[in-house]
């Protein structure tokens, strides 16, 4: 039975990791196309990867919008939370009903809204579009995770803060943001990733400027190319290079 | 319904550390054992060992006389009252106290009645239908304790189940399972840390520290004569007197060579051991009794601790002469 | 101004920047949407008439419908397969790896989870492509003498969202076991069940509503999906999200887009009712 078990994992392990491995091989390919036969180990995709402007510019533009529109919700989403905790507002179960529902609707159905309202409020497509749309849909990630994770222990911090005579704003800087840094960092790191990576939002609400998944994505029309493979390698190893280090600075962390 | 059992030099190691160290036991049938002594003495290593929940790594475990190496947990004829209760939240009361007989193929009718017929027995008659998130955490104690008697088991284990509960339900409690118990004649295991309650219920205290079994006996003897240091300190507050070929540091009061253990309630104005002229360092009001602190004239370091009657006035800094009326002696 | 309206003010306060955001750019562009669905199109500009127009043809031309059905099977053949295969990885990880082990375990089944989504789709078209590995593997051992079609076809996309939605299920049916008190287990072994007995009532049922979270998901994202049928499916059927970019792109027709997006929305939100007896998002 427990044979029959490691088996499994051994198999699941495979098949989950059959595209990527076939994906970083072929990225090497000495050769036109990203398929067997393996033709020699070369570097050349990688370099024709990096000195691609557009390519390297729409990396920058993913990272700025992802870290402007994460910066943005999560700012948004932890002011929302806290008002939501510590006051009693009326109707707050509807107001936090209407704060997470971004979150069960599909991307597509986002983008074609406000791509109806840009267009008739003759709004230009661009990044801004682009980082609006972002914000939308990690907004109520955002606030579910600052929601979620305000206690007790950090309520009544806050009371003795006001107590000893601190401004709201000063509660919030100095005592509730600290206090709830791990559930900020990983709502952050959760947008960001989501955001880096999101496609369809940010095909339909650009125009000129890309992010990378998009330019990805015309390079795929194109046809096979071990350029894709290179430039998806790349992602791959920065993202899980991320990972790495969130789980070593972050959640490994002596309390 | 009942079964002895036997435990012979079962050692068991977690990786480096060795939670019990060839520990043999030998419980009759019918009898209540409570296993007693502070977080990872072992207690409750042993346990699970004979619940069958792991396998000892040298050593045997045979109840009824049967070995029971290797069988598992269903296979054995004993059942487990979990710290947590563990009560299955999905399920009704009676179908949680007749989930053992629904495994060995009782029919349902049967099944319901039998559920009826426990949850009686544990005080909470009607209730069947209810689910356990309905009731509060001694009742829900009451039934776990029912489920694991429906299926009329050798052995009961219960592993620390009265902790969550507090004073007043704990005592009440305690009295039920002592009646429970020699109702239905299970050999009882129980463990707890708690050392009142190991004497309010227990036939035999086993006293473990360290994965050893420091003293064994009966409530009474384990108190007034205790087998070692340890267990003197486990039971209860003890004044510890060092004794040399018949000499202390307040005169010659036993003979022998070892430590001279004598209980706070046993020191006052008269009694048999004299202990000299005390002076008082402090004393509190404890209800029961009146709780000082004394060092002797003979010896100030020696520090002592006395109850006295509850009626006593004392100030602090009096000298007052002490006697002890009972005492113990651990040779060493 | 009183303590508790001052405190209101302040409630409000600091609540209104998420709120007027999820306004202005979630809720209002949403009824926009709604509102454009009952427009038609007149040459290239659109007319705004209540025109149910849009729904009708949705369910009565065929190329439309059969994109709705083509969805609904996809979607349901996923979830179906994602869950059956995921469970018991999360629980062998949950379960058999040494506990010092599992996180591990548990970030290695869920690495590729991290390559660029487009990009994982493409790379299966990598694998299951005519000069793919998979038939280069077959061709060289000499099982076939010619490429199998396993790309651009509707198992290619079952694939390929199977590949995600395992790791993202192996994550969620973890997290839901791991919380499982092992002492739950222990007591029904101990009553006399056996591992299969264990399972069916005791295990089985307190995990299900885990499960079903977990699979409803899958389902509306992988209903949503535009991208794995596009890379991976071929031309020969199409997706509903498939068919509302069709509808925008080619012909520009914004209201016909509209309009199947909001059927899209109705069909998760029946799923939503159907199983909302045992979701418990917030359990997520």
């Given at each position: ?6 088996l ?113 409020s ?44 601190a ?89 | ?67 029971m ?13 979990f ?12 179908d ?9 193929g ?22 069947a ?32 189940p ?119 360092e ?7 009794h ?5 060092a ?37 | ?83 059956v ?32 989504y487009v990009?994982r ?16 593997a ?24 199977v ?22 287990a ?39 999906d ?21 509808q ?37």
């Amino acid at each position: 039975m427990r044979l029959a078990g490691w088996l499994y994992l051994a198999l699941a392990y495979g098949f989950v990791f059959l595209p990527v491995v076939v994906l970083v091989v072929f990225s090497f390919q000495d050769g036109r196309l990203p398929v067997p036969p393996f033709q020699g180990f070369s570097l050349r995709w990688y370099a024709q990867v990096v000195s691609d402007g557009a390519l390297m510019t729409a990396l920058w533009h993913s990272a700025l919008v992802a870290f402007v529109s994460s910066g943005l919700a999560l700012a948004m989403g932890f002011l929302a939370a806290h008002a939501l905790a510590r006051v009693r507002l009326p109707g707050s179960v509807f107001l936090r009903g209407l704060l997470i529902a971004p979150m069960t609707v599909s991307y597509l159905i986002i983008a074609l809204g406000l791509l109806t309202v840009f267009n008739q409020s003759g709004v230009k497509l661009s990044l801004w579009t682009v980082g609006i749309g972002h914000v939308v849909i990690n907004l109520p990630l955002c606030f579910a995770i600052c929601y979620g994770a305000m206690g007790d222990h950090q309520k009544t911090a806050e009371r003795a803060a006001r107590d000893l005579g601190a401004s709201e704003a000063r509660v919030l800087w100095f005592v509730s943001a600290p206090m709830l840094a791990p559930a900020l960092a990983a709502a952050f790191f959760l947008s960001v990733t989501f955001s880096w990576d999101e496609f369809i939002i940010a095909f339909l609400l650009s125009r000129f400027d890309l992010t990378l998944p998009v330019e990805i994505w015309s390079m795929l029309r194109s046809g096979l190319s071990p350029a894709t493979n290179a430039i998806g390698s790349l992602l791959f190893l920065v993202s899980i290079s991320a990972v790495i280090l969130m789980e070593i600075f972050l959640f490994r962390r002596p309390k | 319904m009942t079964a002895n059992v036997s435990i012979r030099s079962v050692s068991q190691r977690y990786g480096p550390a060795t939670a019990l160290d060839d520990v043999s036991l030998e419980i009759a049938a019918g009898e209540f054992v409570v296993l007693l002594g502070p977080s990872g003495c072992g207690k409750t290593t042993l346990l699970n060992l004979i619940g069958g929940f792991a396998e000892p790594v040298s050593g045997t475990i045979l109840i009824g006389g049967k070995d029971m190496s290797g069988v598992s947990p269903a296979a054995r004829p004993t059942t487990t009252v979990f710290q947590d209760y563990a009560l299955f939240p999905h399920m009704s009361l009676a179908d949680n106290v007749g989930f053992g007989l629904r495994m060995r193929g009782v029919s349902r009718p049967e099944r319901r009645a039998k559920a009826e017929e426990f949850l009686a027995l544990v005080g909470l008659p009607g209730k069947a239908d209810r689910r356990p998130h309905e009731l509060s955490g001694g009742q829900r104690q009451r039934v776990a304790l029912a489920r694991a008697l429906a299926v009329a088991p050798d052995v009961l284990l219960l592993d620390e189940p009265l902790g969550a509960l507090d004073l007043k339900l704990r005592r009440a409690m305690q009295d039920e399972l002592k009646a429970i118990q020699r109702r239905v004649g299970t050999t009882f295991v129980h463990v707890t840390h708690d050392q009142e309650e190991a004497m309010a219920i227990a036939d035999r205290i086993v006293v473990m520290n360290a994965g050893k079994i420091a003293d064994i006996g009966p409530p009474r003897e384990v108190y007034l004569r205790p087998g070692s240091l340890f267990s003197a300190a486990f039971m209860g507050e003890i004044n510890q007197i060092p004794v040399r070929d018949g000499q202390t540091a307040l005169g010659p009061l036993v003979p022998g060579t070892g430590t001279l253990l004598i209980r706070p309630e046993a020191i006052g104005l008269h009694g048999t051991l004299p202990l000299g002229p005390c002076k008082v360092e402090d004393a509190a009001f404890f209800g029961t009794h009146v709780r000082a602190h004394v060092a002797p004239l003979a010896a100030p370091d020696l520090k002592l601790t006395v109850h006295l009657p509850q009626a006593s006035v004392v100030a602090v800094g009096e000298v007052m002469s002490l006697f002890a009326t009972d005492h113990a002696m651990l040779e060493a | 101004m009183s303590l508790q309206s001052a405190e209101r003010k302040l409630g409000w306060g600091l609540l209104a920047p998420a709120l007027l955001w999820t306004v202005a750019f979630f809720v209002l562009p949403f009824l926009a949407m709604v509102a454009l669905s009952f427009a038609h199109m007149e040459g290239r500009a659109i007319v705004e008439v209540f025109d149910p127009g849009n729904y009708v043809r949705a369910f009565s031309e065929w190329s439309q419908l059969k994109a709705l059905i083509n969805s609904i099977e996809i979607t349901v053949t996923v979830t179906v397969i994602s869950v059956v295969l995921a469970w018991p990885l999360a629980a062998i990880i949950a379960w058999q790896v040494p506990a010092r082990y599992q996180r591990l375990a548990l970030l290695v089944a869920v690495l590729p989870f991290w390559t660029s989504y487009v990009v994982r789709s493409y790379s299966w078209l990598l694998v299951l492509g005519d000069n793919g590995v998979i038939n280069k593997a077959l061709m060289a051992v000499g099982l076939i003498a010619e490429p199998l079609a396993l790309a651009s076809t509707r198992t290619a996309t079952v694939i390929g969202f199977v590949h995600f939605f395992v790791m993202l299920l192996t994550l969620t049916i973890y997290a839901n076991l791991i919380q499982l008190s092992p002492n739950y287990a222990r007591a029904a072994q101990d009553l006399g069940a056996g591992r299969w007995a264990t399972f069916r009532h005791v295990i089985l049922p307190l995990t299900l509503p885990g499960v079903i979270t977990g699979a409803f998901v899958t389902f509306v994202l992988c209903i949503g999906d535009y991208i794995t049928p596009q890379i991976l499916g071929g031309n020969a059927e199409l997706t509903l999200p498939q068919l509302i970019m069709l509808q925008m792109g080619r012909s520009g027709n914004f209201p016909m887009a509209a309009a199947l997006s909001v059927v899209l929305m109705a069909v998760v939100i029946l799923v939503y009712a159907g199983c909302s007896r045992w979701l418990r998002l917030d359990r997520l």
